[in-house]
DNA sequence: GGCCTTATTCTCAAGGCTAGAATAACGCCA
DNA sequence: TGGCGTTATTCTAGCCTTGAGAATAAGGCC
């Protein structure tokens, strides 16, 4: 014992190889709809991904260079997320292969048109679409909520049923209670155990559901959707009290395509007059004596945001009027 | 580039060797101090760690076999902190070796004695000792304040100096504004940039504070500091949001016991009443019957955790009477 | 019994948030 | 040219939360 403690770090020069994914989730909001950068392959989607290298100086950079490889996307703002190890739930890794998968968050203005062939901007409600609830609660959710019912009442033991029942109650809530914008990866965490998404089949896991029902919305390759998952939960986060949108706008725009891009990354609306309030009373945003009839209606005026914020104390701020539950 | 594109995830076979190592944030509170589980080597500590494994079936199995196998101690609540890359920053690495360096923190009930002889539990703030507030502003911050008052002035462009002082402003606070308790990383970040802590110059980056004064704080291994205020950035936030406090408390408490060590953690006061009615609110915790007269003064009733409260949809709650800033 | 210490409960004012109403300014069309 | 529809923008009343201090309770100690 005593020995490997000792040996800790000396061992670091003769490790086993291991290899490092870096993926990149990239999103842009276009026309009031969360998009996210997908290279498309056959009949699968995937995320510009690729493994780290020696010649990278640094993870991130590593990640900007794959990414400008595989979309010709510069990326701006970039964020880690987090770091898989279960491989076994990836690429089938050959037998002593060990893979980390490192996710990150990127956001870019307005989506140009995709630099290669088959780098494309999808809708991320495409692989979530129960977490739309812009038009109200997504019919496809009665489904899902019996299809979860029916994983609960398979437990193998009442302890294990009363867990389940709540977590699929913490995750999507109940009827009566308002839904909650921010746990995305507990939801799909969930419907892959209940074999309720394809991934959860193909990685031949728990048995699911024997009917073989699948929730609607596209499945990744490997383990992206679940690294789309901490991002969009992530990004969800991070709106309410770090002025992170702004990375995704045009240099001016109206209060209301804030409030619309705020709308689809959250997947809820909020009041309008409360969110125009927030904005304003927080100084994040200046006019620009500018006005767009491009809105239908009274002109709206235009305005930027006020870069100064993040160099004022306002370290927190940028409340949002969406409850935080 | 279009090669390099399709190779992407076929390279991951031959990748070249990169090994990942293991640290892990051991935190305990005991008699209302924050603790951490730290390994004694010559004259510096390190944070229990190894690396990555082949045999480990998890990252955080791995983990938790190198804190088991250096300090005997067991660990329950885990959380992945982050990945770090840059290892120029870590332990002097061979030419090519890649070094990755990921984060955990664990958080553990009242501090045993330790297991192994050069396994320690040691209060936290002996490394970042202008993060406790709980007896007023510490006296060092004049000194830092000065030296990073200096190292404002000496940005090679008004730019730059802009940015340094905006930096200082939002990490330090002016004497006027609120300490900020959460902001630690970015305040070691700052002190390590500015030259002001030693592993900076071990490092041997940027030239730093010509005068050669440092901040008091002892340092650590590599980037164990780094790590640490990662974790004690994280814990500070945590608490405002979600009940993990209970992960560091016995079975049964008095409140008084509860609101110390979240004050221990936050390194601020709170307000006694408020505390209370928050937590009573919230319906946190429930009465044993038992009181203690431990406490001096009017004995004191003895509460527990109600661990129903996180199979309840309270996902959020348990705010704390800790201004947001 | 009086005093000290800590526990526990109340209260009041200030500030923030929710939700809805009211008003303004433009294009369109009869 | 005036009414209508659309979106922009501003107000407001009511509710809830938070911050801070005061008041009361219950033990130990002398």
Not at 63 to 70: K, N
Not at 143 to 162: N, T, V, Y
Not at 241 to 260: I, K
Request: glycine share 8%; aromatic share 8%.
């Amino acid at each position: 014992m005593r020995a490997a403690q000792r040996s800790a770090h000396e061992q670091q020069a003769v490790q086993q190889a291991i290899s490092v994914d870096l993926s990149a989730v990239v999103v842009a909001v276009t026309k009031d709809e969360p998009k996210v950068l997908a290279i498309r392959t056959n009949d699968i989607d995937a995320l510009p991904s690729g493994p780290f290298e020696p010649q990278h100086r640094t993870l991130e950079a590593g990640l900007r260079a794959w990414v400008e490889t595989q979309t010709r996307q510069v990326l701006g703002y970039v964020e880690q997320l987090y770091t898989f190890g279960d491989s076994g739930r990836s690429i089938a890794a050959g037998a002593n292969a060990r893979v980390l998968s490192i996710g990150y968050l990127a956001l870019v203005p307005e989506a140009q048109p995709a630099g290669t062939a088959n780098a494309e901007w999808r809708n991320w409600y495409r692989y979530f679409p129960w977490e739309d609830w812009r038009n109200g609660r997504p019919v496809m959710l009665d489904q899902i909520a019996a299809s979860l019912k029916e994983w609960c009442a398979a437990a193998p033991s009442p302890a294990q049923r009363k867990l389940r029942d709540a977590r699929v109650r913490m995750t999507f809530g109940t009827r009566k209670s308002p839904w909650n914008d921010e746990p995305v990866l507990e939801r799909y965490e969930l419907l892959y155990e209940a074999g309720l998404v394809p991934e959860a089949q193909r990685d031949s896991r728990r048995g699911g559901a024997a009917g073989g029902f699948m929730t609607e919305g596209e499945p990744m390759l490997a383990d992206h959707r679940r690294i789309l998952a901490t991002a969009i939960a992530r990004l969800r986060g991070k709106i309410k009290y770090r002025p992170v949108v702004f990375e995704l706008m045009p240099a001016t725009f109206p209060l209301l395509h804030l409030q619309r891009t705020v709308e689809a990354l959250a997947g809820v609306r909020v009041h309008k007059p409360n969110f125009r309030r927030l904005v304003e009373g927080q100084g994040l945003v200046e006019d620009t004596g500018g006005v767009t009839t491009a809105t239908g209606g009274r002109p709206a005026r235009l305005v930027r945001f006020r870069s100064e914020v993040l160099l004022e104390g306002t370290t927190t701020g940028f409340r949002l009027p969406i409850a935080r539950k």
